[in-house]
């Protein structure tokens, strides 16, 4: 009998530590840092999609398919050179970025965080009237093609016209 308790003592501190491990373990650590998704994600409708995505900076999710996607933000509303979208959150997007906030977001840090990416989702558009995302309309004048796939995950095309989905974790744009 003793040994059946001690057994279920056992079993049970090591069932609580798992639950600790699991519940103090951050969400997909290198994902979006407010919903802890590994990709701009959204779902329902569209108007407030970004309002939870995650930090984009040189040291924070610098090269991946999220900053992709930001930097075809900056392309559309005429902050940065078609040939500079690559993925990379460097000097040159984050200086483009300080000149997007000080345009329409008012605190130029360089860093696209909760504010910035909720700033520009208001841009998103359903320009074809079936109530889904379907464009981010620049105020630079240029507009370009992003929806929610099945999933609720951003998908947008790069450069050299590849369909990507606007991951936090990993660089396939071009």
């Not at 056992?10 to 590994?38: Q, W």
């Not at 701009?40 to 108007?47: E, K, L, Q, R």
């Not at 984009?56 to 005429?78: E, F, I, M, P, Y």
Request: proline share 1%; hydrophobic share 35%; with cysteine.
């Amino acid at each position: 009998m003793a040994s059946w308790k001690r057994f279920r003592v056992v079993g049970g501190v090591a069932a609580a530590m798992t639950a600790a491990v699991l519940i103090g373990a951050s969400p997909a650590a290198a994902s979006g840092d407010y919903s802890g998704l590994a990709f701009v994600h959204g779902g329902g409708g569209f108007s407030d999609d970004w309002n939870d995505e995650g930090v984009l900076s040189t040291s924070r999710h610098a090269s991946s398919n999220a900053t992709c996607l930001w930097q075809k933000v900056l392309w559309a509303d005429g902050h940065l050179a078609w040939n500079e979208i690559d993925g990379v959150f460097g000097e040159t997007t984050k200086q483009a970025t300080i000149d997007w906030q000080r345009a329409y977001a008012g605190s130029p840090d360089g860093v696209v965080g909760k504010d910035t990416f909720t700033k520009a989702g208001q841009w998103l558009k359903d320009t074809d009237g079936d109530g889904a995302v379907d464009t981010y309309k620049g105020v630079g004048g240029r507009s370009f093609l992003v929806s929610r796939d099945g999933d609720g995950d951003y998908t947008f095309y790069d450069r050299n016209g590849n369909k990507r989905v606007a991951g936090y974790n990993y660089l396939t744009c071009s």
